[in-house]
Structure formats: C-alpha cells, structure tokens
C-alpha cells in the first residue's frame, strides 16, 4: 500500500507542478506532461516501477477521449465527413507507409523490416493531437476536422497491420517468441485462431452489437440509476458503458478507442449525452495526463546518450518525410493557407500504438531488439516534438492567418470614438446601426474579410483586425474609451477580451454578448456586468407569441413576458454571485441549493403575477 501511495503521489506532484509550468511559458499541457515523465523517470527506475505495464493501463484515457468527442458528433455530421476518412486518411496512411519504407530501404534494412517500420511510422498520436486541438479550440476548425478523419483511418489500420506483420517474419530473427496470443491492444483476442471469415463475421457483429446497446439498452439502463437518485452510480453506470465496450472491442480483436467512438457516435442524440461526458472527462483527463507522463518517464536515457545522433537524425527524417506526405495529401484534397499547415504540423510524429506494434514485430521476428529500442527512441522523440510543432504554428502560421482569415494585416485605425464595437455579425451590426441611428460615432473591429467587403459596399465603416489584440484595442483608444461592445461570436474570444479589459481599463464600461446561460455566470466571474444572451430576447418574443397563440390578448401577452423577465434578471445576480470557474455549474452545490431555494420563492409568486394578468382579460 505504501509503495502505491508513493507512486501516486509522485506522479500527481510532477504533474501539478509541471502543466502549469508549460502552460504559462505557452508550451501546452501534453509537453508540461511528458516533461514531468522525464524528470520522475530516474525515481521511477530507482523504485522498480513497471513504467509499461503503467503505460497500458493509462492508454484507457485515449478509449475515454475518443468516447467523449463521439458524444459531440451526431451520425450525420460523421456522414459528411466521409470523404475527408476516404480520401485523407486512406491516402495519408499508404503514402506515408511507402515512403518511410523507402527510406529504410535506403538503409539497407530487409524489406520485410522496412515495410514493418512504415506501418509503425505511418500512424500518429490520436492522444497528443486531439488532446492539443481540444485545448486550443480547433477541433471544429477546417484543419482540425481533417486532422482527426486521418486519425479515426489510423485507428482503424492498426487492424490489417497487425494481421499483416506476422507473415513478415524472417527466420534468422525467429527465437520461438512469435504466436503470443495476444491481440494487438495486449489482451486476449478470441478471433485470433478463427478462420478469416469467422473473424470478420465477429468483428462486424461487436460494432453491432455496440450500435445496438447505444441505441436499445443505455436509456433503459440510466433510468433504472435515476431511480436510485443517487449521483455516484450514474458515474459508475458511464464507466461500466465505456469499459463495457472497450472489453468487447479487445475480445474481438479491434481498437478499443475505435469502438468507444462508434459508442459515442451512436448515442450523441441520447438526452444522456451531457450526463456521460460530465462523468467521464476527470477520469480522462487524469488519464491522459497519466499516460503522457509515462511516455517521458518511459525513455531510455542511457540507450538515448549512446546514440543519440541516430536517433535525432531518424527522428527528423520521420517528421520531415510525414510532414511532405501531409502536405501533399492534404493540398491534392483542397485545403489550403492556414488549415493545411495545422493538418501538415499536427500529424507528423508517431503515435501510442507504435509503441504496440514494436512489441508485436519482435515477437513475431519482423524486427530485431536493438533496432526495436531504436525505434522506441524515435517514437518518444517525436512525440516530445509535436507540442513544439503546434506552437509554431501558433506563433507563426496562426499569426499570419488566422488573425485575418486571409492573410492579410489588420486595417490602421485612424479615429478614436467612445464606443467601440468588437464583431460586426448578426448582434454587432445591428447595435451599431441604432447607435449611429441616436447619433453616436463608434469604431466597429471584426476579422471577417469577407463580410467586411459586403457591408462596406453599403457604406458602413468598419475596421479589418483581431479586436482581441492588446495593440489593436490600444490603437483603436481603448483608453479613452467609455463603452465597449463584445459582439464576437466564439465563447473563446468573448472571454479573452472581457478578462483583458476588465483587468486592465476597469473605467470602461463593457456590454458582452453569452452564448449561454452559464456562460453569463462565467463573465460575471470575470467582472463583466453588462450581460446579453444571445437567444434570450427572441426567446421572450416567441414566448409572447406562445401565450398569444394560446388566446390572450397582446397586451396580456406582454404582460405576462414582462413579468417573467423580471424576475428572471433578479434571480441573475444571486445566482451569478455563486458561481465558480474553477468546477462546473452543475457541481457547484451552492449555486444549486440557490437556484431551487429561489425557485421555491419566486415561482409560486410569478404563478400569482400570471394568474393576475389572465383575469384582467376575463
């Protein structure tokens, strides 16, 4: 017990200490993880810590992962994606193989051993990249879309390459090691002495049987939970569902993470889905943070020393050799500027299946040890490398892009108003439209060229840039500013600014648009306290159309809208001023026992207010 205490404790200290470390020198969680690995790793050698048999169990944090991003993509969305799976990853995988496996032919490897190292290589981390994307909010981006079809392609090749490399085997590497009877995640695969046919008939039926559960027996099995009304078994029941399904995946010899996607897929329409993905991400992030510290702490520093020139050098020629094929693969697709630089640099390095598929190939005599341990040396490396990739991305290629959208720089502010406008959208143009209509003068920013171009046609000025840059709102006088107007439209920049405005110019009052209810609670912790959502107003239009629909008159109707809203902005603040930004709203057990406790006062009023306003027809 003391020894599992130590080893936790470890491994949690070096990550707290680490991640923020990297995150604030703007190096990302992944590299903060990996570092913490590297610097544990001399502990863990001390101590005889298993760092492998570790790795595999931590590998479950990509199974939750990819889990959680199938519960954010509904079927059809998957569907139109189709052609991007087809055509990028199909053509990113057989490139990338027959290239890499030149290359080692070159080198004079064997075939078989070049063909085995091109399949390796060939594959990416599904971990690292989706993990960064999420983080810097570029899942949904063109390039990011693209990025993740290879990898959903890759997942799905490890299956054809774990066939494949045993009939690869030479017989001068062949020490009676091969046939170990593990399928290629590292558990029993019961189709492994089936007959082709068999096999495929049994992989078929477990995707299935994997649709048919989503579809057929979660809602069954998350309301028999709710009648228990207790909030642990819920997290028990979204663990049992994803662990239930990777068991079976690994039975029949497929990915786990491939089958907790297709899970995830499957019930992204479920009224479950927001209860599953709350349950599930702590135990995916610890993980995935897991997972990557033992990548680092996996390293063989002493193998590392001895050649590292070796490994440096096939290190580089791996990413640069991907990287080409990225390129190509992705331009011949059409994406183009800044998404086929995101695609090229996010892919380029091996993944955490190589480091099963090295283990497969010795066993099965395809690759000798010491090039083995070679190999693993160049997979950590590149891994190590990718953080590195996306910040040059955002540094360079961000900057000249994706500030613009076209490449453009950002438009020289030549007047300075007490107003400023920050996105000139569907919100933006109208608030400008009534100010300059009451005869005020404001200065509208937005990075749209495009609709820039259209409303410039009809003679309105508007200024071409990224309003969330410290330089840009300082040239455009935030300063002497007396109202700012956030009308951007990602969650992501709402918030960058209202924090950097609200820290740094308090004297400016700032009117913010949130795309939700919780995000007003989230911008009033930000000190923000001029809050529109976004939906609320028409929403209380369509309400007084419902009540007008139902047979009141108008001006009961708007009675009755007027009544409502009043008491939904007094409840605002109360429960606003609970929020935390450090949990989510719904684990935040004061700012719940607030919302019911005021809904025992205020909704029998508000009834009372109601049942008021129809007598006044009557």
Not at 121 to 134: C, G, N, R
């Amino acid at each position: 017990m003391t020894s599992f205490l130590l080893l936790a404790f470890l491994i949690l200290v070096a990550g707290v200490v680490a991640v923020p470390l990297a995150s604030r020198f703007g190096l990302g969680s992944v590299l903060g993880y990996l570092l913490a690995g590297m610097a544990i790793s001399p502990i863990l050698l001390g101590l005889k810590v298993d760092v492998e048999a570790l790795q595999v169990f931590a590998e479950f944090g990509v199974v939750m992962m990819l889990f959680i991003i199938g519960l954010e993509m509904e079927p059809k969305r998957l569907w139109a994606m189709r052609g991007k799976l087809l055509g990028l990853g199909g053509g990113q995988v057989l490139l990338t193989t027959l290239a890499i496996t030149g290359i080692a032919l070159l080198n004079s490897n064997p075939w078989q051993t070049a063909l085995a190292i091109g399949m390796v290589l060939a594959l990416s981390s599904t971990a690292i990249i989706v993990q960064t994307l999420t983080e810097k909010n570029l899942m949904k981006s063109e390039g990011g879309e693209a990025s993740f079809s290879v990898l959903l392609v890759q997942d799905v090749a490890v299956i054809p390459i774990l066939a494949l490399l045993p009939l690869l085997a030479m017989p001068e590497l062949y020490s009676g090691g091969a046939g170990h009877g593990e399928g290629g995640h590292g558990g029993l695969d019961l189709t492994a002495n089936m007959p082709v046919w068999l096999a495929a008939i049994s992989r078929v039926g477990a995707v299935a049987a994997v649709v048919g559960i989503g579809i057929y027996a979660i809602r069954p099995l998350f309301r028999y939970i709710a009648a228990a009304n207790l909030r642990e078994l819920f997290t028990a029941a979204a663990l049992v569902v994803v662990i239930g399904i990777a068991l079976l995946m690994s039975l029949v010899g497929l990915s786990p993470a491939l089958g907790a996607f297709v899970a995830g897929v499957v019930l992204a329409t479920s009224e479950y889905r927001h209860e599953l993905e709350s349950d599930i991400n702590p135990f995916k992030g610890l993980l995935l943070g897991l997972f990557f510290i033992t990548v680092g702490a996996g390293i063989d520093f002493v193998l590392a020393v001895e050649m590292w020139q070796d490994v440096v050098f096939w290190a580089s020629v791996t990413i640069a050799a991907k990287f080409a094929v990225l390129l190509l693969v992705g331009w011949l697709y059409g994406l183009r500027k800044q998404a086929l630089w995101l695609f090229a640099l996010s892919l380029p390095q091996a993944g955490e299946f190589a480091f099963v598929l090295i283990a497969f190939a010795v066993g099965n005599a395809v690759l000798p040890q010491a090039l083995a341990d070679e190999l693993l040396l160049i997979v950590a490396l590149t891994m190590l490398v990718t953080p590195l990739l996306f910040i040059l991305y955002d540094k360079v290629i961000a900057h000249a892009y994706c500030t613009d959208g076209e490449g453009r720089e950002a438009d020289t502010i030549e007047e300075e108003n007490e107003i400023i406008i920050a996105g000139r959208g569907r919100m933006g143009g109208i608030i400008d439209r009534m100010l300059q209509a009451a005869g005020y003068s404001t200065t509208v920013i937005d990075y749209d060229s495009k609709q820039l171009e259209i409303v410039r046609k009809f003679g309105f000025r508007t200024y071409f840039g990224d309003a969330t840059r410290p330089d840009l709102l300082h040239s455009a006088g935030i300063e002497k500013a007396k109202l700012l107007v956030v009308a951007l439209d990602e969650r992501e920049q709402i918030d960058r600014l209202v924090k950097h405005v609200v820290k740094d110019y308090p004297n400016v009052h700032i009117t913010a648009r949130a795309i939700d209810r919780n995000h007003v609670y989230e911008l009033w912790a930000y000190g923000c306290r001029d809050v529109i959502r976004e939906t609320y107003d028409s929403s209380l239009r369509m309400g007084r159309s419902a009540f007008e629909a139902l047979g009141m008159d108008r001006q009961q109707a708007m009675a009755a809208r007027d009544a409502f809203e009043e008491m939904d902005r007094r409840f605002m603040p109360e429960v606003a001023n609970l929020y935390r930004l450090d949990i989510p709203y719904h684990e935040n057990e004061p700012l719940m026992e607030k919302v019911k406790e005021l809904r025992k006062e205020w909704d029998p009023v508000l009834r009372e207010q109601m049942d008021e306003i129809l007598k006044r027809g009557s």
